[in-house]
């Protein structure tokens, strides 16, 4: 059974910058596209941007283009999340969540998804 985990997040001030890390088993990580998504308090979920198994990023959110950035090695079932330049309203509850092959920022799409690792930025 796949399984994503998490890591990376937690409090930092704004202008900062965090490094997320979604870890995967259980399946073939290398065939899947992996997403980052996010949940603020209030706020509807948002998918941020996706890497696909040909390793091609695809931006999903304004407020991802030019600060976030997306990369995999599948030599370690990984995908990162590297968030520059970060704001209050990025303080949120992120994770990851795998589909075969192509992108998708619907998140039913996706039935592998991680618990999430909180990122609150904040002085």
């Known amino acids: 059974q796949g399984q994503l985990v998490e890591s990376g997040g937690g409090l930092v001030q704004p202008g900062g910058s965090l490094r997320l890390s979604c870890a995967a088993s259980?399946?073939?990580?290398?065939?899947?596209?992996i997403t980052w998504f996010r949940q603020a308090p209030g706020k509807e979920r948002e998918g941020l941007v996706c890497i696909s198994s040909s390793d091609s990023p695809w931006y999903y959110a304004d407020s991802a283009k030019g600060r976030f950035a997306i990369t995999r090695n599948n030599a370690k079932n990984a995908v990162y999340l590297q968030m520059n330049r970060l704001k209050p309203e990025d303080t949120a509850v992120y994770f990851c969540?795998?589909?075969?092959?192509?992108?998708?920022?619907?998140?039913?799409?996706?039935?592998?998804r991680g618990q999430g690792t909180q990122v609150t930025v904040g002085s």
């Open positions: 969540a795998a589909r075969v092959t192509d992108c998708s920022d619907d998140v039913s799409q996706n039935p592998i």
């Open positions: 259980g399946f073939n990580f290398a065939l899947y596209a």
